[in-house]
């Protein structure tokens, strides 16, 4: 928990703020008129398979794990880097 403690505060806030608007803006739903839903950016790691189709899938839902951790990441690296910029140019 001590890397945790290292960051700033503002860090995790522009972390949170950048992963809930990503994944809003980028979020495909088109499950409502026989689509897909997809959400996740840029690896999409929630797929929903909406609609019907010609062979029935056994799971319509799909996460991947995998995709969230590197979106995670590459949300928390552009939020650390906007703290950077922040702290930066206030000296």
Do not use: H
């Not at 700033?8 to 803006?25: A, E, G, N």
């Not at 840029?42 to 799971?59: C, D, I, L, T």
């Amino acid at each position: 928990m001590k890397i945790v403690s290292n960051f700033p505060k503002k860090t995790w806030v522009i972390f949170s703020v950048i992963t809930v608007t990503t994944t809003i803006l980028f979020a495909k739903c088109d499950s409502i008129s026989d689509g897909n839903d997809r959400l996740g950016f840029p690896f999409p790691f929630y797929e929903y398979m909406g609609g019907k189709r010609s062979v029935e899938p056994e799971n319509r839902s799909s996460f991947n794990s995998i995709y969230f951790l590197f979106d995670l990441i590459i949300c928390f690296g552009l939020a650390y880097f906007f703290t950077f910029l922040i702290q930066r140019s206030k000296k």
